[in-house]
């Protein structure tokens, strides 16, 4: 079983742009780690580097406490998925698993079991004589893992695999990749921008931004307890509301909390499902629109300073737009120079 | 490469009018020469031969000069063909996948040699190989052949390498093949079909290239074309050319029935559009 260790890598591009800048990170035996973030984020850099297929400027990395930095991918304990499936169109589906144990010179009747026995984890039993373009894009997608699975890598690396996919084939196959990832205990690195993804599939989420790690936790702390503004804007939707704390209180022309903090600028931020409303004549607050999805309903708020704010409520009935309310955030936190400075105990 | 799923057929009119003209101007001059070739006695204004025969087929295939210049012809394409696939393709596969200083303008001076008037080129390169002992032998003639080809054999492939998914080849790094292999097995065989086009239009432009083949070769070298050139020349008789040029078909259609077996439907097209 094997673990990956990142530290201190950087990747500077030709033109100077800093792709990745000094991340480190450690992954644990059989963990799956996810890198969120937006596009250009540094997260598929990130990737290919730990695949061999871009060299890191600076720092190293190790599996298994092996320095790897400078090894080619062949020569790498590592497996790969592809965005784009990258089978190979010329060979049939056997041939695409068979060609990295024929490389190793395996028997071929320990080929044909080990092909046999990875289409079945991935539920593709009896398609070893299709040709790769005469499956649907979720098959395409499973011969591709399981490509990587027939080598039994230290490290699965998945680079966006579902990026392709129709949303209802994605959903199915993370929960199929996850339970084949629990069932092997397969260390795994997986790179997305969809947040569900992460927040469905990770062990640990790692958000990243500008080619650096933002926060590095448990999926429901990434959602709970943002480090940063970015972290909290990122995830989910939040609500962010510029103010400034003065003697312990936070003041804005509509909202006032209860903020231990030291005085000066402060960016308040709360989650829809956190910020309660109260109707009000003189509230501060004006209701812009309601929107009805039954199980609950949204409702969208003006500021009078033109900050606009989401509010999750169980009923939509008491608030109708023009409406005045008042604002009561049960949970928060906030912000001071791109740092959390406090958040409020009782946080859901 | 794209999934191909053909669209259910239905009647194109403008389809049918087009492929009716195109074989009219296509196949009809070849019909006549067909007939031509069989004809023994074809006076105007019939419309078809009075006399249809193999006298001119005899003839033809009996004289030894006829057998050679096929013989010669059939080589001497294979020759160029492997010669300039030996060349050609690393060349294609580094402009394709390097970047090194000059690519660019090297890159398209294989296309000067044929943006510009080919016989003062010719003309040129035959009298360097006049002092070189090259004129009149098969290796000039394979030499000036080469250099034609040269352009097919180089933007085709370039075409065909630029179009391979790179993450295809890094897959295949990734479950232990190195970098030669990786070429060897995935590569080249996803450029195969268009490359194959580039060799078969090589094959068959060096057996019908007549300019460089009769300025270098003559008078020792006589290709195909240009015997049948001398034939027509000589005596102007119409069953002559069309023997010889019905014979030349044959490698042709050889070629073409090669092409659709290992080609099949889209690849000359990917050739052309990369």
Known sequence: ?348 | MTQHIAPPRRIDGTGILLALVLSIVVVLPLLVVGVWAFTEVWRYPNVLPQQFGLRFWEQTLNRADVWNALWLSLTLSAVVTLASAVICLPAAYAFARMRFPGRDILFFSFLAGHAFPKFGLLVAIAAIFLQLDLIGTFWGVALIQLVNTLMFMIWIPVAAFQAVDRRMEEAARDVGAGPFRVFWSITLPQAAPTIAAALLLTFVGTFYETEGAWLIGAPGIRTMPVLMISFINNQMVIQFGAVLSVMLWVPSFIALMFARRVIGGNAFAKGFGG
Not at chain 1, 30 to 51: H, I, Q
């Open chain 1, 1 to 348: 079983m094997s673990k990956l260790s990142i530290r201190a890598v950087s990747k500077v591009f030709g033109a100077g742009t800093t792709a990745v800048d000094s991340v480190s990170l450690d992954v644990a035996d059989g963990e799956l780690v996810c890198l969120l973030g937006p596009s250009g984020s540094g997260k598929s850099t990130l990737l290919r580097m730990v695949g061999g297929f871009e060299q890191p400027s600076s720092g190293t990395i190790a599996i298994d406490d092996q320095d790897v930095t400078r090894l080619p991918p062949e020569q790498r304990p590592t497996g790969m998925v592809f965005q784009s499936h990258a089978l190979w169109s010329h060979m049939n589906v056997f041939n695409n698993l068979a060609f990295g144990l024929k490389l190793r010179k395996r028997p071929a009747a320990e080929i044909r079991d080990r092909v046999e026995g990875v289409l079945e984890l991935v539920g593709l039993k009896g398609y070893d004589r299709r040709m790769t373009n005469e499956l649907s894009g979720g098959q395409q997608q499973r011969v591709a893992l399981a490509r990587s699975l027939i080598l039994e890598p230290k490290i699965l690396l998945l680079d966006e695999p579902f990026a392709s996919l129709d949303q209802h084939l994605r959903e199915r196959l993370r929960e199929e990749v996850r339970d084949i990832q629990l069932r092997l205990k397969t260390t795994t690195l997986f790179v997305t921008h969809g947040q569900d993804e992460a927040l469905s599939m990770a062990d640990r989420i790692v958000v990243m931004q500008n080619g650096r790690t933002e926060q590095a936790d448990r999926p429901e702390i990434i959602y709970r307890d943002p480090q940063t503004p970015f972290v909290a804007g990122f995830i989910g939707t939040m609500n962010f509301v510029e103010g400034r704390v003065e003697n312990g209180r936070f003041v804005h022309p509509d909202l006032s909390v209860v903020m231990p903090v030291s005085d000066g600028p402060v960016t308040l931020a709360v989650r829809p499902e956190a910020l309660d409303l109260i109707s009000t004549e003189d509230g501060a607050a004006v209701v812009h629109r309601v929107t009805d999805f039954g199980t609950h309903g949204l409702v969208d708020l003006h500021l009078s300073d033109g900050t606009r704010l989401k509010s999750l409520v169980r009923s939509p009935e008491p608030f109708s737009s023009g409406h005045a309310v008042d604002l009561r955030p049960r949970a928060f936190a906030a912000f001071r120079d791109n740092v959390k400075l406090y958040r409020s105990s009782d946080a859901a």
